[in-house]
């Protein structure tokens, strides 16, 4: 069911079961910014949270001020619920962890897991094997990326308890996401019996398991929101479990629904004589000294009332073509200053207050 701003104080979360969380989304719609946010939301409770990032840009370690993460899994940040602006809970807080996979490290990791080939993988790196075989075999690399997430999801300590409470993935976005989670299809014509037929599988078991939830991330304009419901249809035609639409940078309305009505009108006397009001002709009360003063505002104000009232109508025909689809929805807000650490826990304060964990 899709949630309405007016829903945000539920508290419920919506992905009970969860433990695999693929965020994806059009460029510049802030993807990585909410998939960090939503690790840190996961952890508040007190668990233990991985954010894994696949396309080699680094953007985990920039949006958390650390250094260039390596292949392996490092705890990056401590939360609580009262650093997200929530009460104390009964809890104490959680941890995240993060990875940044290499395409070359994981194949040789599973070229030794496979087929125990040690000192000889390491030469297949030097000779450019890895790159070469990753490059005419793509369905290859995704394999090995999304199998990465699959095997942290689904892994167990030496106690028998899971590794991690959840795992979220920083995905390609969505004009590539169903094709790079359905590894299935992308390997059939390369290896139909075998570790990497039998490796694929075991990735689409995890992908289409209810224990796996694929979220979109998009902004309240035409091009995000037409790929955001054309990536909802394709995953659903995949057969792969579609999460919730998360609408970030929303500005907050600076006018009223009736004043965004209005604004069609001729009303240029109302607004000069309500600027008068304000005192923007100063002390004098004839009209032609007031007039003097307010007449130089008039049709910036007006024109930007106009530009104002068109992008909330442009806003409210995307909202309901993403309302279509029938997700869970989260709104959040447009950070004026960008995003830094305390924007970032902000951004997750609201993900859980509006139920995403």
């Not at 394999?143 to 167990?156: I, M, Q, W, Y």
């Not at 992308?186 to 139909?192: C, D, I, K, N, T």
């Not at 104002?308 to 442009?314: D, G, K, Q, S, Y």
């Given at each position: 069911?899709?949630r309405?701003p ?19 989304g ?21 668990g ?12 985990i ?28 809970g009964?809890?104490?807080g959680?941890e995240?962890f ?9 194949l040789?990791e ?32 995704d ?14 300590g ?22 790079f989670?359905?590894v299935?299809s ?7 019996i ?8 075991a990735?689409m078991r995890?992908?289409?398991?209810p224990?796996?939830a694929v ?9 995000p ?20 639409v ?5 500005r ?14 001729n ?14 002709g ?13 007449d130089p ?10 530009e ?7 806003e ?6 993403l309302?279509?689809?029938?997700l869970?929805?989260y709104?959040?807000?447009l ?6 650490l ?16």
């Open positions: 069911m899709a309405t007016g829903q945000a104080a539920r508290r419920d979360p919506d992905w009970e079961g969860v433990r695999l969380h693929v965020v994806s059009k460029g510049g719609t802030g993807k990585t910014t909410l998939a960090a946010a939503l690790a840190l939301a996961l952890a508040a409770e007190g233990r949270v991985l954010l894994i990032e696949v396309e080699g840009r680094q953007s370690a920039e949006l958390f001020g650390i250094a260039a993460l390596p292949y392996e899994e490092r705890r990056i940040a401590s939360v609580s619920r009262t650093q997200l602006g929530l009460p104390a009964s809890t104490g959680g995240v993060a990875l940044a996979i290499d395409t070359e490290l994981a040789l599973y070229l030794e897991m496979f087929y125990k080939l040690g000192r000889a993988g390491k030469a297949l790196q030097k000779v450019g094997f890895v790159d070469f075989a990753t490059t005419i075999a793509p369905g290859v690399r394999v090995l990326l999304t199998g990465k997430a699959c095997e942290a999801s689904r892994r167990k030496p106690d028998g308890r899971r590794s991690y409470d959840a795992v979220v993935m920083d995905a390609p976005p969505t004009g590539r996401i169903t094709r989670l359905n299935n992308e390997v059939a014509g390369l290896a139909r075998g570790p990497i037929h039998t490796q694929a599988q990735v995890v992908l289409k398991s224990e796996t979220h979109l991330v998009t902004l309240l304009e035409e091009m929101v037409q790929e955001t419901v054309d990536g909802f249809a394709e995953l659903r035609e995949a057969g792969l479990p579609v999460g919730g998360m609408i970030n940078m929303v907050p309305p600076l006018l009223d629904a009736a004043a965004v009505a209005a604004v069609d009108g009303h240029r006397e109302d607004v000069a004589l309500a600027l008068g009001e304000a005192g923007l100063g002390r004098s009360r004839k009209p032609e000294t007031v007039r003097a003063a307010v505002l008039l049709d910036p104000l007006l024109e930007q009332a106009r104002h009232a068109e992008r909330v109508e442009l409210r025909e995307q909202r309901a073509d309302q279509q689809l029938k869970p929805t709104e959040l807000p950070l004026g200053e960008g995003v830094d305390g924007g970032l826990y902000r951004l997750a304060g609201e993900l859980k207050r509006q139920g995403a964990s």
